[in-house]
């Protein structure tokens, strides 16, 4: 499964975001896309989840010009829904009306009963939470949060993942641990991954980095 | 010191607040209760023969239009937030929130009566009749004009409430990026949309929904107009029995506003214990994503929306001048403006409607703006369902109450005692209206502005309130637009020394007067909405004279 990323151009009515942006990642690799604020990283990710338009409601709408494509199958016309490519947003979105188990099994594919619990009680596991699934997401810690946020994303089985600065609202001890988390299950999750970050520490494969924001 | 003494100064201003709004609706409560409670009225009531078939049509009536204004709100919602059109959905709300429910229910009956517009448009041609026949389409004994016209009220009321939920910036931009993940995971739109955003909105709408279930219940006015006669509603019927002058059918009538009373309460646990049980099934969602493509078409629920809306609006328009307007004919023979002159000629109905809309609004503003700036969260929070009363209570067992109260302080008849009642009727729907702009701002703008070195008042003045002048401005209009459409108040209060355009109005829709009905009905009507236009106005952003290069 290798996604790969060809912007012609990503733009508003009269300013050129990014231009001619070529990319590929392999399976259970990690790209870094890097650059400073206003460099358009978070709206490449959007070009290439398809939300582009419900994210940049409001503001002035941008629109893309290029192609996404996963294994060879074109998925630019594809709405969001059936892209199967998982997005970790900056904030961990969990769900306030559902508890810890629902926000994860709200991801896990339909299936028989026994079979998604399960998932879910494997999940939380993993992520160190055992016992936590009847709580209220508010009562949890930022960390806590943000890895049943990258749980939910991997339990819907996306066939790529973005994560938009997954680690910027984290504190300096705990973005270490949850970095060495996220690529841990990314690497075993065997799906491209494309991260953005303004951090060079965040970093995840030296040799799959793009810088954005940099004129040629 | 100074910190402290500020903190209780606040506490004290508070206090002083909650009492001058508590006191008044406690006591008024405690009096109805109080009237409502004699067991003989209560043996009366039982063996009443028409108690019965009256409960049974107004639980109909009321969980049937209840049922129906919030799914068709959910349904319009749901397509405007998937499809981005929620600020077009929301254009024509104003005009349709300022509508009074009697002026939409005789627009309704001008319509769908058996001489009304409907019946014109199809006759002779489609059906041959060359009279009026004698159907009984919009006084029906199963309530369904009834029904049909709070459906079509109520779901402008239940849209704009969501809206001031969906209007807030933090708010939206949460649930947007919410939806858009919920896609990511696989999610069609409008599913996403039913299973994320939708339980987290409808739990913001519990208490404009229980308004909407206990208007339901317990309307008069509209059931007056258009609901069934014989039997009535049980609203109805106690309002029939407090006409009375024997204080034995008095009382009983005030027991019936007890009951109504109970029924809301049971009927609000009933439909708040089964959208529980919805959510809990609904949580799980089962894993099913549903289908990506768009249902076409489906659009025509706002149009049909609108088009009643505009129907009576030209049916009171056209009403209001029409002469001589024999059955199959679509326009009037002869147009006249004698009902009009007949308005004008009795001002004094319009001044106390205006004089009275503008004044419990403008009182009721300034206490909610107060009340929000002084009370802590935690009271505020305790005291939102004694404040929210009025809008659940009987309006039948309300007045009885105001009735009361005013006979001990001599107040009924009053100008003091009008404006009192109207503006206890006001401040939930302002409170309502404004709370979730006021309570949304963000507070770091006041310690911002507290670090420039500016004074409390100042911020107030030149920051705060000039941000939220438009959610001001709309609660004000909201104010005046339910005060001009009070009819029990105003009716029991007024002790018949004061009429507002809805008495008049729905006085006259009993009577064959056609165009001095519409008169009253489009003027109760236009008033609201020039208060909107007006609130609109006021509250337009600011326009910059240089913009961006």
Same mark, same amino acid.
Request: proline fraction near 6%; glycine fraction near 8%.
């Given at each position: ?8 151009? #990503? ?128 009562? #949890? ?44 299950? #990314? ?24 810088? #954005?924001?940099?004129?040629? | ?39 003989? %009225? ?55 929130? %300022? ?244 308005? %004008? ?205």
């Amino acid at each position: 499964m290798t996604l790969a990323v060809h912007i012609h151009r #990503l733009a508003t009515r009269d300013h050129t975001l990014v231009q001619d942006l070529r990319f590929e990642v392999a399976p259970g690799r990690i790209l870094t896309l890097m650059g400073p604020s206003g460099s358009g990283k978070s709206s490449v990710l959007a070009a290439i989840a398809g939300t582009l338009h419900s994210v940049t409601e409001g503001s002035e709408a941008l629109r893309f010009d290029g192609a996404v494509t996963l294994d060879g199958r074109d998925l630019t016309r594809l709405p969001t829904a059936q892209r199967g490519i998982g997005l970790l947003f900056q904030d961990d979105l969990l769900f306030a009306h559902m508890t810890v188990a629902e926000n994860l099994l709200f991801a896990v594919p339909a299936g028989p009963k026994r079979e998604r619990l399960a998932a879910v009680a494997q999940a939380l596991d993993e992520a160190g939470l055992a016992g936590f699934g009847a709580r209220d997401p508010a009562t #949890l810690s930022g960390g806590q949060r943000a890895r049943v946020a990258l749980m939910r994303a991997l339990l819907a089985r996306p066939r790529a993942l973005l994560l938009d600065e997954p680690f910027s609202k984290l504190d300096a001890a705990l973005r270490d641990q949850f970095r060495a988390f996220v690529f841990d299950h #990314l690497r075993d999750s065997g799906v491209p991954a494309v991260l953005v970050t303004h951090d060079a520490a965040d970093v995840a494969d030296p040799s799959l980095v793009v810088e #954005l924001g940099r004129a040629g | 010191m100074r910190l402290s003494s500020n903190v209780s100064r606040r506490h004290l201003g508070a206090g002083a607040l909650l009492a001058l709004a508590a006191v008044p609706v406690l006591w008024t409560a405690l009096e109805a209760l109080k009237t409502g409670s004699h067991p003989a %009225a209560w043996r009366a009531l039982a063996q009443d023969p028409a108690l019965t078939h009256a409960a049974l049509l107004t639980l109909w009536t009321g969980l049937a239009s209840t049922l129906l204004a919030w799914w068709g709100a959910a349904a319009l919602l749901a397509r405007g937030f998937v499809r981005q059109r929620l600020a077009r959905l929301l254009r024509g709300l104003p005009v349709m929130l %300022a509508t009074p429910h009697a002026a939409l229910a005789i627009g309704f009956l001008f319509l769908l009566a058996p001489s009304g517009w409907l019946l014109r448009a199809l006759s002779p041609w489609l059906t041959g009749f060359d009279s009026p026949p004698p159907w009984a389409t919009t006084q029906d004994p199963w309530g369904l004009g009834l029904i049909a016209a709070l459906v079509i009220k109520e779901i402008p009321f239940l849209l704009w409430t969501a809206a001031t939920q969906l209007q807030r910036d933090d708010v939206r931009q949460r649930w947007r990026a919410e939806h858009a993940l919920a896609q990511t995971l696989g999610y069609a739109p409008r599913r996403a949309f039913w299973l994320v955003l939708w339980p987290q909105l409808a739990s913001r709408l519990r208490w404009p929904l229980l308004a909407v279930l206990a208007y339901g219940l317990t309307v008069v006015d509209m059931a007056l107009v258009i609901g069934p006669a014989t039997p009535p509603t049980l609203a109805v019927l106690a309002w029939q029995w407090l006409q009375d002058a024997d204080p034995a059918t008095y009382a009983q009538g005030a027991a019936t506003g007890v009951l109504l009373a109970l029924m809301v309460l049971a009927c609000s646990a009933l439909w708040l214990a089964s959208q529980q049980l919805h959510r809990r099934a609904l949580a799980h969602g089962h894993g099913v994503r549903g289908p990506v493509e768009r249902t076409p078409g489906s659009g025509i629920g706002l149009w049909l929306l609108l088009g009643v809306y505009a129907a009576v609006l030209l049916a009171l328009a056209v009403g209001s001048v029409s002469g001589v307007w024999a059955f199959p004919a679509v326009w009037p023979q002869s147009f006249t403006t004698v009902a009009w002159e007949q308005v %004008a000629q009795s001002s004094g109905t319009v001044l106390t409607t205006l004089w009275l809309a503008a004044g419990s609004s403008a009182v009721a503003l300034v206490w909610s703006v107060a009340w929000l700036e002084l009370a802590p969260r935690r009271w505020d929070d305790a005291m939102r369902p004694l404040l929210y009363l009025p809008l659940v209570l009987p309006a039948v067992l309300w007045v009885v109450g105001l009735y009361g109260v005013g006979l001990q302080l001599r107040l009924e008849g009053q100008v003091s005692g009008l404006l009192i009642a109207h503006t206890l009727m006001v401040l939930p729907y302002v409170l309502l209206s404004l709370s979730p702009a006021y309570l949304g701002f963000d507070p770091r703008y006041a310690q911002l502005n507290a670090s420039l070195g500016r004074s409390g008042g100042a911020f107030l003045l030149r920051v705060k309130w000039p941000l939220l002048k438009r959610a001001l401005a709309s609660a004000t209009a909201v104010g005046f637009a339910v005060s001009v459409a009070q009819y029990l108040p105003t009716l029991y209060l007024g002790a018949g020394r004061f009429a507002s355009v809805t008495t008049e109005a729905v006085t006259l829709a009993s009577g064959g007067q056609r165009s001095l009905t519409s008169a009253y009905a489009g003027l109760q009507l236009a008033l609201p909405v020039l208060a909107f236009a007006l609130a609109a106005w006021l509250g337009r952003p600011r326009r910059f004279t240089h913009s961006a290069a």
